[in-house]
């Protein structure tokens, strides 16, 4: 395994416990624009990262776009890590491999939506009852036409070849828990 895939395997294993206490340290210290990474699981997604720079919304709490980190200083149930180095690696490849991805890709992406440029590492995900993949909660292509805010995507390794847990495809998305 190449020192590339070793740091997405480590980027993609889920840590053995919830470091809660350094969570919520820094938490403590982010403001609102910092560039910081979240590693999430999702049982529909599985594990992925994303980076970006944070915002408070609405309701006060901290975001990535428009994923919540963290409820009242505790990080968000779904997070497992920070990554607070402000340090990503952004795709540098053309986004049109997105429609034809096997599911279990893992894939870097490159996204923009109105809050701001975030890229994401992930396995691909397809949805069997609608011709739709993604990555952590973005998509990456929907009826063969390329997901609106994604900009640019490398494919980092092929289904299983990473010797990581994927999610099952799924049957469909839930439209509130997407960004297209």
């Known amino acids: 395994m190449t020192h590339a895939n070793e740091e997405v395997a480590r980027l993609l294993t889920p840590p053995a416990r919830r470091p809660v206490a350094e969570m919520k340290l820094q ?17 529909m997604f599985g594990v992925y990262c994303t980076w970006g720079n944070i915002r408070r919304a609405c309701h006060g709490e901290l975001v990535l776009s428009v994923f919540s980190i963290e409820t ?36 870097r992406a490159t996204f923009e939506d109105y809050a701001g440029w975030f890229d994401v590492i992930g396995p691909a995900v397809v949805a069997t009852s609608a011709p739709m993949v993604g990555v952590g909660r973005w998509v990456l292509a929907y009826k063969g036409q390329l997901g609106v805010c994604l ?24 439209d509130g828990d997407s960004t297209i």
């Open 27 to 43: 938490i403590s210290e982010m403001t609102v624009g910092d560039r910081i990474g979240a590693t999430f699981q999702n049982p």
């Open 72 to 107: 009242n200083g505790r990080p968000a149930s779904d997070v497992l890590r920070f990554d607070v180095s402000e340090r990503s690696t952004p795709a540098q490849g053309p986004p049109d491999p997105a429609r034809e991805l096997e599911h279990g890709t893992v894939v």
């Open 151 to 174: 900009r640019n995507l490398d494919i980092l390794a092929a289904p299983g070849e990473l010797g990581l847990p994927c999610p099952t495809p799924t049957l469909s998305w839930d």
